[in-house]
């Protein structure tokens, strides 16, 4: 976590560095001077990063330690399906960071993925004072950007079945992996019209200890291209995937806690 370098391609002011000039090498982005930058995803024309707010002392190591809390994104770039989450005021470009009014609440970000022209974030509400002890909370999956593949899924509201929006100006939470849907998210992913997230159920859900993997699964929504998902056209729901063709595979339970790739390993 510290600072952040961009270069390549500045079309539409991608680099966040305030200008749309390409950049051979890297340079240093001043907007996010002073700021704690923790993740990074890139999409097609534009870039989401993820900053620290606070520092949590982690009761449980020896010796002592502490780590920093993602709880702040910015957005720089292109803005046409409203990838950066600004709102239905702004569709312009922005050539350095703007801050969004996302999360919110104390809600840590655990995981960011950019498809093409979408975002698909993870966040967690810190636990809750329960009984004598604490209690975890339910992770809230979030998307926003362009829509029309159904890779943002169904929002709070939208009704099972129907056609997606076009976009989605700012982040919506995806209502199936709400109460009272079994499945806790752990993971999330995009590809390029199509998003993906791990959940697990089952006792312990409520825990992110690696044994309380009960029952690890990906659900997948968007647009069907080469067994992104297992329907044809477009998905809004998610569905459980079936084994692609060309021999790639899923390993379960997941390797590493909070990772999930929609980039298939081979045998």
């Known amino acids: 976590a510290g600072t952040a370098f961009a270069w390549g391609h500045g079309g539409g002011g991608r680099l966040g560095l305030g200008r749309s000039e390409h950049r051979r090498s890297p ?16 999409g097609a024309s534009f870039t989401v990063f ?21 709880a702040a994104l910015w957005a720089c770039g ?16 922005h050539e350095v960071p703007v801050r969004l009014d996302f999360p919110g609440g104390g809600a840590e970000l655990i995981g960011l993925a950019c498809g093409a022209n979408h975002v698909i974030c993870l966040t967690r509400a ?27 899924g169904r929002a709070e509201g939208e009704v099972q079945g129907t056609a997606p929006p076009d976009m989605r100006t700012s982040a919506e939470v995806l209502a199936d992996f709400q109460a009272p849907s079994p499945y806790w998210a752990i993971a999330v ?33 968007g647009h069907h291209v080469e067994g992104a998902v297992p329907a044809t056209g477009r998905v809004t729901t998610p569905v ?12 379960t339970p997941p390797m590493i806690v909070g990772g999930l790739s929609t980039g298939p390993r081979r045998k």
């Open 27 to 42: 340079m240093r982005i001043d907007a996010l001077d002073g700021e704690v930058v923790c993740n990074i995803s890139c």
């Open 50 to 70: 993820a900053t620290a707010t606070r520092t949590l002392e982690v009761a449980s190591a020896t010796p002592p330690a502490s780590r920093q809390v993602a």
């Open 78 to 93: 292109g803005n046409r399906y409203g990838q950066l989450g600004v709102g239905s005021n702004d569709f312009s470009s």
């Open 126 to 152: 810190p636990p809750q004072n329960s009984g004598g002890g604490t209690r975890d909370e339910r992770p809230v999956v979030w998307a926003w950007g362009c829509a029309s593949s159904g890779q943002c």
């Open 189 to 221: 992913a995009a590809g390029r019209s199509h998003s993906a997230v791990l959940t697990r159920s089952g006792v312990g859900a409520a825990s992110f200890a690696p044994r309380s993997f009960d029952s690890p699964m990906c659900y997948g929504t």
């Open 240 to 251: 459980t995937p079936s084994p692609p063709r060309g021999g790639c595979h899923v390993t």
